[in-house]
């Protein structure tokens, strides 16, 4: 390679004559680059300088065919799309995907033999105790129906929410009694809990309390809640989650298991959204 002449940056002593060009000053004037006649050395990049008036340094642009243009009028055509759609995914389409999958989840739940729904009523929020649990199949049949009697008193204003006092559990069984009837009627279950979270968490203090084995739900239950607000689809921009929606039960455990089964069931039949599938661009 011929050695190159070295000017300095433009504005100062040594700049290059203005008849040269830089890459992009050159596709302004319709040329494409050949052979460099100067450089610019600099920190990051060199900048190498064109003589548009020596044909060995530079040519004109080739014209394209017909044949080009069209493809690339396509070629942008298909960015636009493109572009058009990750906007609008970005913005609400995602919500569309995330309902869709929302309905499927549902039916393949309601398609499982052993799928079983789990509610409990409590003493609480916190470090609470169970005073009533409920399992159904997934027909609605009830797999367990039972109040519990809690080693420490219901207090009032929870009462007031579920209905359940010290009274109605005071000939109840134990959660130590019932425990080995819930671990037979869940084992190899497939478990909805609406809100799992909380419902494993007193179940697994329950266990703790009374020195039994853990139930290991963790890992083989779904939370029905979540699934329901992501087909919801009540997004919040500014938590980035769904919002999560009341069950609207009766606050007591059956009657919550039956609720939970009829969000199920009404995602599951939510038609428009399977035979509309979110677009995609091509």
Same mark, same amino acid.
């Given at each position: 390679?011929?050695?190159?002449?070295? =000017?300095?940056?433009?504005?100062?002593?040594?700049?290059?004559?203005? @008849?040269?060009?830089?890459?992009?000053?050159?596709?302004?004037? #319709?040329? &494409?680059?050949?052979?460099?006649?100067?450089?610019?050395?600099?920190?990051?990049?060199?900048? !190498?300088?064109?003589?548009?008036?020596?044909?060995?340094?530079?040519?004109?642009?080739?014209?394209?065919?017909?044949?080009?243009?069209?493809?690339?009028?396509? @070629?942008?055509?298909?960015?636009?799309?493109?572009?058009?759609? +990750?906007?609008?995914? $970005?913005?609400?389409? /995602?919500?569309?995907?995330?309902?869709?999958?929302?309905?499927?989840?549902?039916?393949?739940?309601?398609?499982?033999? $052993?799928?079983?729904?789990?509610?409990? +009523?409590?003493?609480?929020?916190?470090?609470?105790?169970?005073?009533?649990?409920?399992?159904? $199949?997934?027909? #609605?049949?009830?797999? !367990?129906?039972?109040?519990?009697?809690?080693?420490?008193?219901?207090?009032?204003?929870?009462?007031?929410?579920?209905?359940?006092?010290?009274?109605?559990?005071?000939?109840?069984? &134990? /959660?130590?009694?019932?425990?080995?009837?819930?671990?037979?009627?869940?084992?190899?279950?497939?478990?909805?809990? =609406? $809100? &799992?979270? /909380?419902?494993?968490?007193?179940? @697994?203090?329950?266990?703790? !309390?009374?020195?039994?084995? &853990?139930?290991?739900?963790?890992?083989?239950?779904?939370?029905?809640?979540?699934?329901?607000?992501?087909?919801? #689809?009540?997004?919040?921009?500014?938590?980035?989650? =769904?919002?999560?929606?009341?069950?609207?039960?009766?606050?007591?455990?059956? #009657?919550?298991?039956?609720?939970? !089964?009829?969000?199920?069931?009404?995602?599951?039949?939510?038609?428009?959204?399977?035979?509309?599938?979110?677009?995609?661009?091509?």
């Amino acid at each position: 390679m011929d050695k190159l002449d070295e =000017y300095k940056w433009w504005g100062k002593p040594g700049e290059p004559p203005q @008849n040269l060009k830089t890459k992009k000053q050159l596709a302004e004037l #319709g040329l &494409s680059p050949l052979k460099a006649v100067g450089i610019i050395r600099a920190q990051k990049y060199d900048v !190498l300088l064109y003589d548009p008036d020596n044909p060995e340094s530079c040519r004109p642009k080739r014209k394209p065919t017909d044949k080009q243009l069209e493809t690339l009028a396509a @070629n942008r055509e298909k960015a636009r799309i493109k572009r058009e759609y +990750e906007e609008w995914y $970005n913005e609400i389409g /995602f919500i569309e995907r995330d309902r869709v999958r929302a309905v499927k989840w549902a039916r393949d739940e309601l398609a499982a033999e $052993n799928l079983a729904i789990l509610d409990t +009523e409590t003493t609480g929020l916190y470090d609470a105790e169970i005073v009533e649990i409920a399992v159904i $199949n997934r027909d #609605g049949e009830p797999l !367990l129906n039972t109040l519990i009697k809690p080693s420490i008193p219901i207090p009032a204003e929870v009462s007031a929410i579920h209905g359940i006092t010290d009274e109605v559990v005071a000939d109840a069984p &134990s /959660f130590p009694q019932i425990y080995p009837q819930i671990a037979e009627i869940l084992k190899d279950k497939q478990l909805l809990i =609406y $809100n &799992s979270d /909380f419902d494993i968490r007193i179940l @697994n203090y329950c266990c703790k !309390l009374h020195n039994l084995p &853990s139930l290991k739900l963790k890992n083989r239950s779904e939370c029905l809640m979540t699934w329901h607000a992501q087909w919801a #689809g009540d997004w919040s921009y500014y938590h980035k989650d =769904y919002r999560w929606q009341p069950l609207c039960g009766d606050h007591r455990a059956l #009657g919550d298991c039956l609720a939970a !089964l009829e969000r199920l069931k009404k995602m599951a039949a939510d038609s428009d959204q399977m035979n509309c599938p979110v677009p995609r661009p091509e």
